[in-house]
């Protein structure tokens, strides 16, 4: 029965799709038929341009199309893959999207604070995205770049007395497991530990081991940011959960600072976040926060200060048993005409890290506000 909902879908698609060409060239007296369909083989893509141009409610549109074409083995949807194998869209991040003049403008802009700082210790930590691990799952036509390869490539060219925290071989040793949210280009917080793992083994913390924390299952159905881009509204829904420390919060206040809102809680986790449409912002209370300060009961612990993209939002929480202070700081949502320096002060901290994933790390968006 699924079967022949899905073929009476594609025919009703291509059927609406066609109404619209012939409807077009009718209102426009025969004028630009060739721009509707200027031949069978990029129809496809102009009519799905036509309908996200056209319609108020494209979404759907978006949506009714993927699903055609998923039928008819169509795999890419606007530079998304869905690995049907393993119900999973990712984000593919290929060699038209790299640009090294950006990468190597934050390269000099770690290069840079790491130089004015010298006394602060630095630490770098540039994560793959799903299109790194999950790289042999794509197809060669994507050209997905290589994410390992680029990653050890940035952390030469990053002064020697930054410390690289690589966490490749983590969150590839743990590739089977829930590492990355199936619909959203973000890692899970059973990845961000992976990471943290790596990270406290390099510091010569005391590793946290899972069997210290509680997981909390929410169970509230998450469709990431890929899942709506795509159209691709098939896969499993994603799940947000939370490792708390079986041994009660470390937490003591959560300050949120953005553009258009500032909060105080007693939690990095939100509930309430679960019920807007916006979920990942369950971690911190939002989730395009330029700054985050976390305090926690822990007196003669020191300070971090996280640089980074909100691949730190779930990734901090971790640190709370370690750290008195955490302030992240995602210069990507800094204003126009607003400096690292306009919100905190590095030399309150004690050490910095500055955690990207890698795609972030390479578009370079912020990084320019971190050294004055």
């Not at 990029?42 to 979404?59: C, G, P, R």
């Not at 909060?263 to 509930?271: A, D, G, N």
Request: aromatic share 14%; glycine share 4%.
């Amino acid at each position: 029965m699924k079967r022949v909902m899905d073929y009476i879908s594609i025919a009703l698609f291509f059927a609406l799709v066609s109404i619209l060409g012939i409807g077009s060239l009718v209102l426009r007296g025969g004028e630009g038929a060739a721009e509707v369909f200027s031949d069978l083989d990029d129809a496809q893509e102009q009519a799905e341009t036509y309908v996200e141009e056209s319609f108020l409610m494209h979404d759907n549109w978006t949506s009714l199309y993927s699903k055609a074409a998923l039928v008819l083995g169509q795999r890419m949807f606007s530079g998304i893959y869905y690995d049907s194998d393993e119900d999973r869209l990712i984000d593919v991040f290929t060699e038209s999207d790299y640009s090294e003049d950006k990468s190597q403008s934050s390269v000099n802009a770690v290069n840079r604070f790491d130089e004015e700082h010298s006394e602060l210790p630095c630490y770098v930590m540039l994560v793959p995205t799903a299109s790194g691990i999950y790289s042999s799952s794509l197809p060669d036509s994507v050209d997905a770049l290589d994410e390992r390869q680029l990653i050890d490539d940035l952390y030469y060219d990053i002064n020697a007395e930054v410390t690289p925290i690589d966490v490749w071989s983590a969150l590839y040793s743990a590739r089977d497991s829930y590492i990355y949210f199936r619909s959203d280009s973000r890692w899970t917080q059973q990845g961000a530990y992976e990471a943290y793992c790596t990270f406290a083994s390099k510091l010569g913390l005391a590793t946290y081991t899972v069997s210290n924390y509680d997981v909390d299952y929410t169970h509230v159905d998450f469709y990431g940011g890929l899942s709506e881009a795509s159209g691709v509204k098939t896969t499993q829904a994603d799940s947000i959960n939370a490792y708390r420390s079986k041994y009660g919060s470390y937490i003591k206040s959560t300050e949120i600072l953005s553009d258009t809102q500032s909060f105080v809680k007693t939690s990095v986790y939100s509930s309430s976040a679960l019920r807007t449409s916006d979920k990942y912002s369950y971690f911190l209370g939002d989730s395009d926060y330029k700054c985050a300060q976390i305090e926690t009961t822990n007196e003669d612990s020191p300070s971090l200060l996280i640089i980074g993209s909100d691949y730190a939002s779930c990734f901090a929480p971790l640190l709370s048993p370690h750290y008195l202070n955490i302030t992240i700081v995602n210069p990507a949502e800094l204003e126009d005409d607003e400096y690292l320096s306009d919100i905190i002060s590095p030399d309150d901290y004690d050490a910095v890290l500055f955690l990207f994933d890698i795609e972030s790390f390479c578009e370079g968006t912020g990084m320019d506000k971190i050294n004055y």
